[in-house]
Every structure is written in C-alpha cells, then in structure tokens.
C-alpha cells in the first residue's frame, strides 16, 4: 500500500544536497518517489509502507548529515 510522507530536513542548501538525499531514499527497497523541495527545506517521499518505514528515511537522510526538523 503506497503512503506518503513530507518531512522537514534542516541543513540543505544546494543541489549536491538534493542529489545525496535523493540518492540515498531513492537506495531503500520501497521507496517509489523522492522530491526535494530546496526552497521550503521540505523532502517529499512516496513508498510502500508494507516494504518500508518512515524511520528507514529519515535515518538515510540522517546519515548524509542532514537533520529531522518537527
Ligand atoms: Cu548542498
């Protein structure tokens, strides 16, 4: 069942960030879509949610030195 989920990543700034956070989601099994919004520092992802958990995506992010906003 494909779910979707907008997170708030602190930290981006330019396109190398866009392209390493989308990379790096785009990498998990289940994930179907990744759209950085530099602008509003907002990543939007669309996954199934019987292959994958949100927790899954916000610890690639952090492990490209992003953070997690609220
Ligand atoms: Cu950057």
Known sequence: ???RVTL???GMSCGHCVKAIENSVTAIS????VQVQ???GTVN???????VEVEHITN????QGY???N
């Open 1 to 3: 069942m494909v779910d």
């Open 8 to 10: 708030n990543v602190e």
């Open 30 to 33: 289940g994930v179907d879509n």
């Open 38 to 40: 530099l602008d509003s």
């Open 45 to 51: 992802v669309e996954f199934n949610k019987d292959a």
């Open 60 to 63: 690639a992010i952090e492990e």
């Open 67 to 69: 953070t997690i906003g």
